[in-house]
C-alpha cells in the first residue's frame, strides 16, 4: 500500500477537512468573559452618550459661529446697496425684496457675461438675423450699443450707476431691440428654437432668455414684482436715475415695464399672423412658464434665509433655576449600615438652584445643558444613641473624633444591651445617658444636566418633554446626630461615589411674559445610578424637583 | 436561522447568538488552533482568545465575503500574534535539500501522531509550513504576516518539511517492516 508522495500532499490530504471539537469548559470560560465585558460596560455606556451630547453642544456652538459669519457681510451687502439705490429705498420696498434684488443682480451679471463677452460671436447671429428684417436695421446699433453699456458697468457697477442716466433713455429701445431679436430668432428657425428651447445652456438661448425674461415676465402677471426688480438689477441705470418724470423710480420702472409688456403682445401677436403659430405659442408659453420658476425659487431660497436669520436670533436660552427637591427611594434600605435597613426615613425637602443655557436645533427640538447646585438630605428615625468609648461603628461612616466615642443603634440594642456586652470597666460608675433621635445624612451635590426638549406645543403656553442624564459630582458629604436639643457631626459617609448620574424625565410648562422672556415650572425626576461606590444598602435613590425660573432668548 | 441573522444577533451581543456561533464554528476552528498550537492546552487559550476577539470585532463584519473564511484570519492573525515575537536562531540560505518527497503508507500513520510532529516543530516552522502547506499563503503574504523575509519564509518551509519528513521516516521504520520495493 505503499507510496512515494510529496510530504505537502500528505498533509494537505490528511487535514483536509479536519474538525476537533473543543471541549464545554472552553465556550465557559469565554462566556464568563462576555459577562464580564457586559458588565464593566454599564458606566461607560452613560459617558458615551454624556460625551455625545456634550460632543453635540460643542458642535452646535461652533457650527452657530460659523453659521453666523457668513450671514453678516451678506446682510452688509444689502445695507450698502440700498444705501446706494438712494432712490430705492423711498419706495418702501420689504427686506426680502432688497434682498431679491439685490441677489438678482449679480445673477443678471453672470448671465449676461456668459452671453456676450466671452463669446462675442453670440451677438452677430442676432444682428445678422435681424439685417432681414428691414424695419428692425435701424434699432439694431442702438440695442448693441445699449448691450455693451449694459455689459461694462456691471463690474464696476458703483462708478457707472452715476453715469446711468444716459442709459435709462436708451432702455426702451433696447428692450424693444431684444423684443425684435427675439422674434427675428423665431422667425428664422423654428427648428433652432425648438433645439434652443431645450438646451437653454446655450448661449445665444441665454442671451435671448435673460432679456425676453424681462419682458415676458411683465406680461405674466404672477411674477410681475420679480421681475421689474430684475429689470432693476439689470439696468442699473434705471435705479439710479432720479427720473424727472415721476416720483419714485419703481413706479418708473412699471412705466418701463407695461411699455415693453403692451409693445411685447402687439408684436408677438403681429407675428403670429404671420407665421406658423404652434411654435410661437408654446415658445411663448414655455419661457413664460419655466423662467419664472427659476426667479421664484430664487425669492423663495432668499426667503428661506431671512426667515432662518430671524429664527437663528432666538436659538439660544438663558434661564435661571430654583427648585425645591423632594429626595426618596424606591426601596427602604440603609446606605449607612444595614442594622437601619427597617428604620422609617423622613426625606427633608431641599433646594437646587443654578442657571441653564439652551439651544434650539429646530422649531420643536432643543439642548439643554447647565449647573446646578443640589442638595439631599434625609432622617433615618427612631434610634438611640449614647457615648461609649467601645463605639460599635456604623459601617459605611467614617467617623471623627467625636463620633467615636458614640455608638449609635437601634433601641432594642441600647445601652444595656451594649453594658451587658462589653462590661468595660471604664463605664463602671459612671452614668451614661442614652438619648434618642434621628441619624441625618446631608449630602450636595453639582450637577451637570444634558437634556433634549422637545416641544408639544409653543404658544403662549407651551409644554415640553425633558429627557436626559445629569452628572452629579459630590461636594457635600454629612452625617450628624439630631436629639432632643442636640446636633452633632460625627463624620461621613464612605461609600458616595465622588461621582455618579442620574436619568432625568421632566414634563417642562412655559408662559410666555415677553417675547424673549418667559416663566417655566418643570417639574423633573431624577433617577440616581452608581450614588453609592460600594455597599448601598439596598437604598435606591430618586429625586423629584420642581425646577421653577425664567429664562430668556436671544 | 440564517447565519446573517445569527451574525446580526451577535453582534447585538446577544448571549444565545454567541453561543451558537460558537458552535457552529468551534470545531473548525479549533483544528486551526490545533494545528498552530504547540499543545492541546495552548490550542484551547488560543481558540478562546480568538473568540472573544471575533465577538468583540464582528461589528466590522459587514458581509463581503465568506463570514468562515473571515473568522479563519482572525483566528490565525491571533495564533500568530501568540508566536510571532518568539524569536530564534536563524540558520538561513544553507543548502536544503528540496527532496520531500517520502516513502509513505497512507493507512499506517495516525492523525493524532502528524499533529504531534507539527506541534513540535520549532514555533516559527510551524507557523510558516501550516500557512503555506494548509491555508495555502504565498511565501510574500506570509513573509509579510509574520514579519520576515520571503527567503527567511521559504528556508524556514523547507527545514519545517524536513524535519517532519524524518520523523514520519522514523515512525514507519518503528512500527512497520520496511515494506519491499
Redesign the interface.
Known amino acids: 500500500m505503499s507510496e512515494r508522495k510529496n510530504i505537502d500532499r500528505l498533509f494537505q490530504e490528511k487535514f483536509k477537512d479536519f474538525e476537533v471539537a473543543p471541549q464545554q469548559h472552553v465556550w465557559d470560560n469565554i462566556e464568563a468573559k462576555l459577562k464580564e465585558k457586559k458588565k464593566r460596560r454599564v458606566i461607560p455606556f452613560w459617558f458615551r452618550l454624556s460625551g455625545v451630547a456634550a460632543a453635540l453642544l460643542i458642535g452646535l456652538v461652533i457650527a452657530d459661529r460659523l453659521h453666523d459669519n457668513p450671514t453678516q457681510p451678506e446682510n452688509n451687502v444689502v445695507l450698502e446697496n440700498t444705501g446706494k439705490n438712494a432712490t430705492d429705498a423711498p419706495k418702501g420696498k420689504t427686506a426680502t425684496g432688497i434682498a431679491v434684488e439685490d441677489n438678482t443682480k449679480p445673477d443678471a451679471v453672470k448671465t449676461q457675461q456668459q452671453a456676450t463677452s466671452p463669446m462675442p460671436i453670440d451677438n452677430h447671429p442676432n444682428p445678422g438675423n435681424n439685417n432681414l428684417n428691414p424695419n428692425n436695421t435701424s434699432t439694431i446699433p442702438v440695442a448693441s450699443q445699449a448691450h455693451k453699456q449694459h455689459n461694462d458697468p456691471q463690474p464696476n457697477a458703483p462708478q457707472k450707476y452715476q453715469s446711468g442716466g444716459k442709459n435709462s433713455r436708451l432702455v426702451p429701445k433696447q428692450e424693444n431691440a431684444v423684443v425684435y431679436t427675439k422674434r427675428n430668432s423665431q422667425k428664422n428657425a423654428d427648428g433652432k428654437n425648438r433645439l434652443t428651447e431645450e438646451k437653454r445652456k446655450n448661449n445665444l438661448q441665454l442671451q435671448n432668455n435673460q432679456t425676453t425674461v424681462a419682458e415676458n415676465g411683465g406680461n405674466a402677471l404672477k411674477t410681475q414684482s420679480v421681475i421689474n426688480q430684475n429689470t432693476d438689477a439689470k439696468n442699473p441705470g434705471n435705479t439710479d436715475n432720479p427720473n424727472p418724470k415721476t416720483s419714485g423710480t419703481g413706479i418708473a420702472n412699471d412705466i418701463l415695464n407695461n411699455k415693453s409688456s403692451d409693445a411685447s403682445p402687439e408684436k408677438t401677436t403681429a407675428i403670429t399672423e404671420n407665421e406658423n403659430t404652434d411654435i410661437k405659442k408654446t415658445d411663448t408659453t414655455a419661457v413664460a412658464t419655466v423662467v419664472p420658476n427659476a426667479l421664484e425659487e430664487l425669492l423663495n431660497e432668499k426667503e428661506k434665509q431671512v426667515t432662518n436669520a430671524e429664527r437663528k436670533v432666538n436659538r439660544w436660552q438663558i434661564t435661571s433655576n430654583v427648585a425645591p427637591i423632594y429626595f426618596s427611594s424606591t426601596t427602604n434600605g440603609s446606605p449607612l449600615d444595614s442594622r437601619f435597613e427597617n428604620n422609617k426615613k423622613t426625606y427633608a425637602p431641599t433646594l437646587a438652584y443654578g442657571v441653564g443655557v439652551q439651544y434650539a436645533i429646530n422649531k420643536k427640538l432643543a439642548v439643554r445643558s447647565g449647573v446646578n447646585s443640589v442638595g439631599l438630605e434625609y432622617n433615618t428615625n427612631d434610634i438611640v444613641f449614647f457615648q461609649t468609648e467601645s463605639a460599635r461603628k456604623i459601617q459605611n461612616v467614617n467617623n471623627n473624633i467625636q463620633g467615636s466615642m458614640i455608638e449609635v443603634d437601634n433601641p432594642s440594642q441600647g445601652l444595656a444591651a451594649t453594658l451587658g456586652r462589653t462590661s468595660s470597666s471604664s463605664n463602671v460608675g459612671r452614668t451614661i445617658k442614652q438619648y434618642n433621635g434621628n441619624i441625618n445624612q446631608k449630602t450636595g451635590y453639582v450637577e451637570v444636566p444634558v437634556e433634549l426638549s422637545y416641544k408639544i406645543t409653543d404658544r403662549k403656553f407651551g409644554l415640553e418633554v425633558i429627557g436626559g442624564i445629569s452628572t452629579l459630582f459630590l461636594n457635600q458629604n454629612e452625617v450628624s446626630l439630631v436629639g432632643s436639643g442636640i446636633e452633632m457631626n460625627i463624620g461621613e459617609a464612605n461609600n458616595l461615589s465622588s461621582l455618579h448620574f442620574s436619568t432625568n424625565l421632566g414634563l417642562g410648562i412655559k408662559y410666555k411674559l415677553m417675547k424673549s422672556l418667559q416663566a417655566h415650572l418643570e417639574p423633573t425626576f431624577k433617577y440616581q445610578i452608581n450614588t453609592y461606590s460600594n455597599d448601598a444598602g439596598n437604598f435606591k435613590p430618586y429625586f423629584f424637583g420642581l425646577y421653577t425660573g425664567l429664562s430668556y432668548r436671544f | 436561522m440564517s447565519l446573517e441573522q445569527l451574525i446580526n444577533d451577535c453582534k447585538n ?1 446577544d ?1 444565545k447568538a ?2 451558537q456561533l ?1 458552535r457552529l464554528f ?3 476552528l ?2 486551526i488552533c ?2 498552530y498550537s504547540r499543545n492541546y492546552a495552548e490550542a ?1 487559550d488560543n ?2 482568545d480568538g ?2 476577539i471575533i ?1 468583540d470585532k464582528i461589528h466590522q463584519f459587514n458581509f463581503k465575503g465568506s463570514f468562515e473564511g473571515w473568522i479563519k484570519r482572525i483566528m490565525i492573525n491571533n495564533v500568530l500574534q501568540q508566536y510571532r515575537g518568539v524569536s530564534f536562531l536563524e540558520l538561513i540560505n544553507e543548502n536544503i535539500s528540496d527532496d ?10 495516525s ?1 493524532d501522531y ?1 499533529m504531534k510532529i ?1 506541534q513540535e516543530l520549532p514555533d516559527r516552522y510551524r507557523l510558516v ?1 501550516n500557512l503555506y ?2 491555508d495555502e499563503y504565498s511565501h510574500k503574504e506570509i513573509a509579510e504576516m509574520l514579519g520576515i523575509t520571503t527567503g527567511t519564509s521559504k528556508s524556514n518551509l523547507a527545514r519545517g ?1 524536513m524535519i ?2 524524518e520523523k ?1 521516516e522514523s515512525y514507519t521504520a518503528l512500527n512497520k517492516l520496511p ?1 519491499a520495493r
Do not use: C, G, P, W
Open positions: 451581543n448571549t454567541q453561543e460558537y468551534s470545531s473548525k479549533f483544528a490545533l494545528k484551547e481558540l478562546q473568540f472573544l465577538f520531500s518527497e517520502i516513502e509513505i503508507d497512507d493507512e499506517s500513520i492523525m502528524l507539527i509550513f502547506v494548509m518539511r517532519l519528513k514520519i515494506s
